[in-house]
């Protein structure tokens, strides 16, 4: 057995040989591709197997077979991509602002014969279209932005009854910045802990209780200028 595959069945137990297969390809593809294009500071296959793919998978418990998803920012794949693997009757949507990283995606998906649906734009234009507005069960993001602006960017995704969840370090001080933003966005705050060695790591759910106001997200660039 190649010892590339030996790394990823160390990190990623819960994947069975078809899922570990399609792993395989996936960090293949990455690191060749993060050669041409930047997808990513991590490039030692333990890493990438770790702290993408593993990390990638935290969510997997909340996400029944055939939940309408969106990953907000998902760069090269993550979290959306090791989901889709592991559970590939999710109904998925990658949504990133640069083009070149849908570009990637594109040929990945092929590659590993899975489906979804990937869109260009910035979640802010995106957030007040209506072919997005409130039509996920979960907004997934990872690393793109402090959760007071990230509630504004994930949340107008998120059908009421159905929560934006945000892959974070140690949150304790974003999620008291984060009240003001919960408040005007109809959200309810909660922190799930996750069993990691890669550091504190938590998920921040924010439960939708009722559609967002009309006016969020903001236009293109506000919401990191002026957050909630
Ligand atoms: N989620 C991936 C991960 O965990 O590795 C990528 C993280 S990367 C640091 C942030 C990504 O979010 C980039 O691909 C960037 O293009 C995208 N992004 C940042 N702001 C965005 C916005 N307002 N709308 C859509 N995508 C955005």
């Known amino acids: 057995m190649s010892e590339m595959r030996d790394i990823l069945k160390a990190a990623l137990p819960q994947a069975d040989e078809r899922a570990l297969d ?7 593809l990455l690191l060749e591709w993060n050669e041409k294009m930047n997808l990513t500071a991590i490039t030692d296959p333990v890493e990438v ?10 969510a997997l418990p909340y996400l029944q077979p055939g939940t309408k998803v969106i990953d907000v920012g998902t760069g090269a794949g993550f979290p959306g991509v090791p989901l889709l693997i592991l559970r590939p009757e999710l109904q998925l949507t990658l949504a990133d ?32 279209n209506r072919l997005y507005r ?33 892959y974070k370090g140690d949150a304790a001080e974003e999620l008291e910045k984060a009240k003001s933003a919960a408040f005007l966005l109809h959200v309810q705050l ?29 236009k293109a660039g506000t919401p990191n200028k002026k957050p909630l």
């Open 22 to 28: 399609r792993f395989e390809l996936y960090q293949r």
């Open 49 to 58: 197997a770790r702290k993408h793919f593993a990390d990638s998978l935290a």
């Open 97 to 128: 602002s640069l083009q070149k990283r849908l570009t990637f995606l594109e040929t990945l998906l092929r590659e590993l014969g899975l489906r979804a649906q990937l869109v260009h734009g910035r979640a802010e234009d995106l957030g007040q």
């Open 134 to 166: 409130e039509q996920f069960d979960a907004a997934l993001s990872r690393a793109v932005a402090g959760l007071p602006v990230l509630l504004e960017l994930t949340t107008p995704f998120v059908k009421v009854g159905g929560a934006a969840i945000a």
């Open 190 to 218: 909660r922190q799930v802990e996750l069993a990691s060695d890669l550091g504190k790591r938590c998920l921040i759910f924010a439960d939708k209780k009722a559609p967002t106001p009309k006016a969020y997200p903001r």
